[in-house]
């Protein structure tokens, strides 16, 4: 090496000096901004594209907001509308759903309570209850073509105007609505509540839908609305009930309000009206794959379990409910390819036992046991497509109805009896255990000739602990467990699918 070389550039001391002290200078601008902009932003370099909408939303205050903390049911107050009539009759469902000390909200009824209603019980037995304002005042009222929904329109504002604190959302319904709590406290955890949300459900019929609007939460299936929708359409409301008076059904009135003040309905599928009459199970055993949020006129359809009455059967489901709301109706279908049988399971309610391999995409459509709420059948009749009830051996189920449900630890043996590390390592689990029984004989040959399954007298099913993740935007899958000849359970699995998994024969 040759130093010499190199000598024409070699500062001098003086110069040393100055560039040390400029370079230093920089390093500790480059070190002091870089600090600052870490600790603002959490290392922007790295993602440059959030960071962004981080930094603008907390430009002036030093430390990022945490977000909210997770609704949960104490952010809902629900706003009943009742009858004093209809109470004694009611009182039975509404408990079924109502938590004491834990849901918040208030029964509006449409005259003071007759004495077979009272004493009122305590709050911690049921919401206190209310006398709707007199409506008689007002001067639309004598002009309005059905006055009494008046006070039902008015009761958001009486609910509001209870003042409850740290409210994200009001829940409107009617005193036979039932509610699935966990359900719609997790979907509306979905929504962001400092925004304008109409949340609820059209009906299940198209003409009730084409004769109302198709654009309109049904108010029996009950509905959401955010803070600040409610907020503004409490300073509009009596104004709205002035613009239609011409509007029979309260429903109608604050959807055109709620249209008015510019929001639109976001529909949901697990809220229900029931405009559907008679039998309903295939409607239940059908269900779409949403969470189920409401059940609404379950006193005017037959009992949705045929050998309970109304209000047990209602407790029948709740005892499902209690144990995993996420699942709740939700239908998995799986095949056992020897017996060529297809299984569909609606969570917590039925089971049914097809002698041939139907599709799933052909499955997931109702059996048209019920009748559109006008009663006369002129399709296209429903929201949704169904498949006729029929003699056809090879396309009538045989049917079950969930009897019982408890939580069991078993052996994982894996689900198709192949576990690769199968030394004497047992691994527990824990599981959902429910039984199905058998309703009645289907009284139909075997759709093939060796394949009946009218030996079947009871169906075991395995689900697991862990809620249903609606996120994931995928049902479940199952597998039928034993060999069934001989045996007169059927026993079904029902777990997640896998990646590319299709649930085909
Ligand atoms: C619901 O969340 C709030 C915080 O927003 C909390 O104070 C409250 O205890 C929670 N309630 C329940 C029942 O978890
Ligand atoms: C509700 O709260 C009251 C008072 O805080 C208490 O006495 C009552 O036992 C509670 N009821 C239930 C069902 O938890
Ligand atoms: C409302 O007020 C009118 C007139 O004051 C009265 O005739 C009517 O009975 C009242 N209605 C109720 C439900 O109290
Ligand atoms: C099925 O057959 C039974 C008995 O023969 C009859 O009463 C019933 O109406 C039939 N149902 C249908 C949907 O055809
Ligand atoms: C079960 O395991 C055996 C060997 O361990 C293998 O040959 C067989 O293919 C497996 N069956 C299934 C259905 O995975
Ligand atoms: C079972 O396997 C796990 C993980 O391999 C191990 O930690 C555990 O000790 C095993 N238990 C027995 C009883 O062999
Ligand atoms: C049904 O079973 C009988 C005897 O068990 C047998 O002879 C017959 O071939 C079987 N039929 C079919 C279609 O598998």
């Known amino acids: 090496m040759n130093p010499q070389k190199h000598n024409y550039n070699l500062p001098t001391r003086s110069n040393l000096c100055k560039i040390f ?19 603002f932003c959490n290392s922007p370099l790295k993602k440059p594209l959030i960071n962004k909408a981080i930094a603008s939303s907390i430009s002036p205050s030093p430390s990022p907001p945490s977000p909210p903390p997770p609704t949960n049911v104490s952010h809902l107050v629900f706003g009943i509308s009742g009858s004093v009539n209809a109470w ?24 003071v309570p007759t004495m077979d209603i009272l004493p009122w019980p305590g709050i911690n037995k049921l919401p206190p209850y209310r006398v709707s304002e007199n409506t008689t005042k007002f001067k639309v009222y004598s002009r309005h ?4 929904v008046i006070r039902i329109v ?55 839908n084409f004769d109302f609007s198709f654009e309109m939460a049904f108010g029996g299936a009950g509905f959401a609305l955010s803070y600040p929708l409610v907020e503004a359409l409490v300073a509009n409301i009596d104004r709205c009930v002035e613009t239609y008076p011409f509007y029979f059904v309260s429903d109608q ?122 009663l006369k059948r002129r399709p296209p009749d429903y929201m949704f497509n169904t498949r006729l009830v029929n003699n056809n051996s090879c396309e009538t189920p045989h049917v079950f109805f969930f009897r019982s449900i408890k939580r069991v630890i078993s052996n994982s043996n894996s689900n198709n009896n192949n576990n690769s590390n199968s030394h004497s390592n047992t691994t527990t689990t824990d599981e959902i255990m429910m039984t199905y029984t ?68």
């Open 21 to 39: 002290a400029i370079t230093a200078f920089i390093l500790y601008i480059f070190i002091i901004y870089h600090h600052s902009i870490s600790s």
């Open 88 to 111: 004694r009759d009611r009182k039975a469902y509404f408990r079924e759903w109502w938590r004491p000390n834990v849901t918040r909200g208030y029964i509006f009824f449409d005259k």
């Open 145 to 148: 073509v059905k006055p009494e």
């Open 154 to 208: 008015r009761t958001i504002l009486e609910t509001f105007r209870e003042g409850d604190k740290d409210v994200r959302w009001y829940i409107m319904g009617d005193d036979d609505t039932i509610f699935f709590l966990d359900n719609l406290v997790d979907l509306l955890g979905r929504y962001d509540h400092t925004k304008y949300f109409y949340i609820g459900g059209v009906s299940e019929c198209v003409k009730s």
């Open 253 to 374: 009135i604050l959807s055109a309000c709620i249209a008015d003040l510019g929001v639109p309905l976001t529909s949901e599928k697990g809220f229900h009206q029931i405009d559907l009459v008679h039998d309903i199970s295939g409607f239940l055993s059908a269900h779409p794959q949403a969470p189920l949020i409401s059940l609404h006129h379950l006193d005017i359809a037959t009992p949705i379990f045929p050998t309970k009455n109304r209000h047990k059967s209602v407790r029948n489901l709740m005892t499902a409910a209690k144990v995993d709301q996420s699942r709740l109706l939700q239908q998995t279908v799986c095949y056992h390819k020897q017996k060529s049988w297809a299984f569909s399971i609606a969570w917590g309610y039925s089971a049914y036992i097809y002698e041939h391999t139907i599709p799933r995409s052909i499955l997931r459509r109702p059996l048209e046991t019920f009748t559109p709420w006008s």
């Open 438 to 505: 058998r309703y009645k004989p289907r009284q139909l040959p075997p759709c093939s000739p060796n394949h009946s399954a009218d030996h079947i007298t009871k169906i075991r099913v395995y689900s697991p602990t862990t809620k249903l993740d609606f996120a994931e935007n995928r049902g479940e899958c199952c597998d039928v467990l034993n060999h069934v000849d001989g045996k007169n359970t059927a026993e079904v699995r029902i777990r997640a699918c896998k990646k590319t998994e299709i649930i085909i024969v």
